[in-house]
């Protein structure tokens, strides 16, 4: 018998949202009154998000980080939003808000009402984004506003892409070559002391780039792990007493072999009537003008793999959160979450090439560590 999941629960939190808002009530920022997660009172805060660092992930891996695994004991537990991947989890780290409150729905989606001609639509992916697109307002801007001085310490090709700017039109971006981590540590240091208060934002892209090529299961990938605990480890030497470090990740990942994957495009059942495909292989939007029938379709080929919706159903279970109109259509007309599967398309080949996945609601995708050092 067919199941499928018809209302997504986040539970009670804390959620990966609550960060921010929670560093800036500590801050005295006007707007953020309560600390939601329970962190160290500080008036310097350094938060490092490591892609792909999912909770699960970071239990397992305890004997390749040793830095990590002193904390883990003392660690909370995040949930991060669906879809489960960097682009809706940045903007909701950033904006301590859901998807579906700050626009960015996906890994790649219609931009629906921006671009009001079917025959010229077609997906956009806001980690290849050269310019913003309209999304919710951003924390970091809230805290310079109000004399908090913030810094983020990104990929030096990060500094001018479209979704960083989304994050932050007025805080200082410090663009560093990824793999130079004296540098790296040295502008956390330099940022982290600057003004009678600070907020610095490290990204650290490494591990889920290994995991997307090689998976979390290899030995390249522990071997990133430990060279990403060190670079934790010796940040924290360096900072000074009166910073609290936190790390937290954005998504964990799946391994997915072979004969878990299915190809949309040769599939006559799968791609019959869709006008778009996008998401990613484990949280896809499909875009069509019949959206009971390829609702049907799928969920008699998925079975109990997928929770298969049209979009008010998606909407109604709560996967997005709350939904601002103007953002809707930006949601596929039929969205996939898949359970162990991936449905991948040609319309992003790179996707056949990956090992470790992610987008899905699977307990190792959706929860994330907070590791706190008070200083």
Not at 140 to 165: K, R
Not at 252 to 261: E, L, N, Q
Not at 318 to 325: E, N, Q, S, Y
């Amino acid at each position: 018998m067919m199941s499928y999941v018809t209302e997504f629960s986040y539970g009670d939190g804390p959620y990966l949202w609550d960060l921010l808002p929670s560093v800036g009530a500590h801050l005295g920022v006007t707007g953020f009154d309560h600390d939601l997660i329970g962190l160290p009172s500080s008036r310097r805060y350094v938060v490092v998000l490591i892609d792909g660092l999912g909770w699960d992930l970071t239990l397992r891996s305890c004997a390749q980080a040793a830095s990590m695994a002193s904390a883990i004991g003392d660690a909370t537990k995040l949930s991060v939003c669906l879809p489960s991947t960097t682009a809706a989890s940045l903007m909701s780290l950033w904006t301590g808000v859901q998807p579906g409150s700050h626009g960015i729905l996906g890994f790649s989606f219609d931009m629906g009402l921006d671009n009001p001609q079917p025959s010229s639509r077609k997906v956009a992916t806001p980690l290849s984004f050269k310019e913003p697109i309209e999304a919710a307002a951003c924390i970091m801007d809230t805290l310079v506003d109000q004399g908090v001085s913030v810094s983020c310490v990104v990929p030096a090709e990060h500094v001018h892409s479209g979704l960083t700017l989304m994050g932050t039109r007025t805080a200082e971006i410090i663009g560093i070559d990824i793999l130079d981590s004296p540098a790296r540590i040295q502008a956390t240091l330099t940022a982290s002391r600057q003004g009678s208060q600070s907020l610095v934002y490290v990204y650290e892209p490494r591990l889920d780039q290994t995991g997307h090529k090689r998976g979390v299961a290899s030995g390249q990938w522990a071997q990133v792990l430990s060279e990403v605990d060190a670079f934790l480890e010796d940040l924290r030497s360096r900072l000074d007493d009166d910073v609290c470090l936190l790390v937290t990740g954005d998504h964990g990942m799946v391994d997915i072999s072979v004969d878990s994957r299915v190809e949309i495009d040769t599939d006559p059942v799968l791609s019959q009537d869709l006008r778009l495909v996008g998401g990613e292989a484990r949280f896809r939007h499909l875009y069509t003008d019949h959206p009971r029938a390829v609702v049907q379709r799928w969920r008699e080929f998925c079975g109990t793999d997928a929770s298969v919706m049209i979009r008010s159903e998606a909407i109604d279970s709560g996967l997005f959160g709350p939904v601002d109109p103007k953002y809707l259509t930006r949601i596929g007309d039929v969205v996939v979450v898949a359970q162990t599967t991936a449905y991948l398309t040609k319309s992003f080949p790179g996707e056949y090439s990956l090992v470790g996945m992610h987008g899905g609601w699977t307990s190792a995708e959706r929860y994330v560590p907070l590791l706190v050092d008070p200083g």
